[in-house]
């Protein structure tokens, strides 16, 4: 009996020191949503011109990580 007593009032104690949770509030921008058919034009543009502007297509390929890393953004 002294033992449910005591589980009781620890289990009571612990509910009584369990910090305070506060909502997590993001601040990370909506990601705007493509068509699949979009993406897949877009893919094939950026495949078009690789060889003729790389420092833009390495740019495009870059915000495509990032737009990634922003939807896993809390």
């Known amino acids: 009996m002294r033992y449910r007593i005591l589980a009781a009032a620890l ?34 543009e950026l495949t078009e011109i690789r060889d003729r502007a790389p420092h833009v297509a390495q740019m495009i390929t870059d915000y495509g990580a990032e737009r990634k890393a922003l939807k896993a953004c809390p």
């Open 11 to 44: 289990l009571v104690a612990g509910c009584a020191m369990a910090p305070k949770v506060e909502p997590v509030v993001s601040s990370c921008p909506p990601v705007r949503q493509y068509s699949q058919d979009f993406l897949n034009a877009a893919a094939d």
